[in-house]
């Protein structure tokens, strides 16, 4: 069974149609990214899985359940840390562990001692005196020690500064890696996504233009330099889709494609070319290539 399934969604606010027959498959167990620029739809997809809105039109299940019929029951199974995490500000840390301890039945000493030596909170210092590194750390704490089925995080490392990031990472990835735990997180930071997720999704106006493993991608994604006989060009290629071509001069092109490179050679082949040469390109720029206009 895959943790989140999306098929054909749709959701409008109003006029404004954020979703647009949206599909996506998180696997269990993986560490799942969804990529996309600002107002592509990441947030309402969010918003979607914990069953705060219903989609307008298309099929949603979030392990195994309808999270707009199922919402109470299912949230219990699934951790949340929102984009903007400011959590009862005149607590302290401990305070906030001692209630949280209370609610879900969890040990406040081992949190204690996880939070101090793990994630290297100050617990005896109010909230509102954190910043937004450690209320982000807290929040990721909190959502954890649930013993959550699925964690899902909105834009996770926005406005952390690159070493508050690496450590919020890291923590991420220890933490996933001690549990039996399909982690989901939105995010316009590629190198995050490339480091720590096995799986992503590219999101552009509101659906995915890509779902694959990120391992995959870049070993396939690939530029071709190729020369082509007198009256072919890459418009001649079949059965592969090319994301982008530039011609370099009357005969020969750079065609990029997303396929598996033997293919590639024999499609340019049908159509007449030649492969003169072949680079990779950075996962920032493959990204790019799916999402840009
Ligand atoms: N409550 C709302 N009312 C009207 N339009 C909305 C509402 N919430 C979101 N939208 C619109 O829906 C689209 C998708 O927004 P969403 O917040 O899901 O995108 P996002 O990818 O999370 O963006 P960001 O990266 O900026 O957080 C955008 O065009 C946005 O303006």
Not at 60 to 77: H, K, N
Not at 86 to 99: K, R
Request: glycine share 8%.
């Amino acid at each position: 069974m895959n943790a989140i399934e999306m098929i054909g969604v749709s959701k409008s606010y109003g006029q404004v149609r954020a979703l647009k027959d949206m599909c996506l498959t998180v696997p269990t167990g993986s560490i799942f990214g969804l990529m996309g620029p600002n107002g592509s739809g990441k947030t309402t997809s969010i918003k979607l899985m914990l069953g705060l809105m219903e989609p307008t039109a298309g099929s949603l299940t979030v392990l195994g359940a309808i999270p707009s019929g199922d919402g109470m029951v299912l949230r219990r199974r699934i951790g949340f840390v929102p984009e903007d995490f400011s959590l009862y500000p005149h607590m302290t840390g401990l305070e906030i562990l001692e209630f949280n301890a209370r609610l879900y039945g969890c040990s406040v000493q081992e949190n204690v001692r996880r939070l101090q030596t793990v994630f290297e909170l100050p617990l005896a210092r109010k909230i509102a005196t954190y910043s937004k590194g450690m209320r982000k750390l807290l929040g990721l704490y909190i959502a954890l020690s649930t013993e959550p089925e699925l964690l899902i995080l909105d834009e996770p490392t926005d406005g952390l500064d690159p070493v508050v990031r690496s450590h919020f990472l890291g923590v991420l990835a220890d933490e996933t890696s001690r549990r039996n735990l399909t982690v989901f997180f939105s995010s316009h930071i590629l190198s995050e996504v490339e480091k720590i997720c096995d799986t992503v999704a590219f999101m552009r106006a509101g659906h995915t233009v890509l779902q694959d493993e990120v391992e995959s991608i870049k070993a396939q994604y690939r530029v071709y330099t190729v020369r082509f006989g007198t009256g072919h060009s890459p418009r001649d290629v079949k059965n592969i889709t090319i994301q982008r071509e530039r011609a370099l001069d009357q005969d020969t092109w750079d065609v990029e494609m997303l396929a598996d490179q033997e293919q590639a050679r024999t499609a340019f082949a049908d159509a007449g070319g030649t492969v003169l040469n072949v680079q990779s390109l950075p996962f920032d720029e493959i990204f790019m290539r799916f999402v840009e206009v």
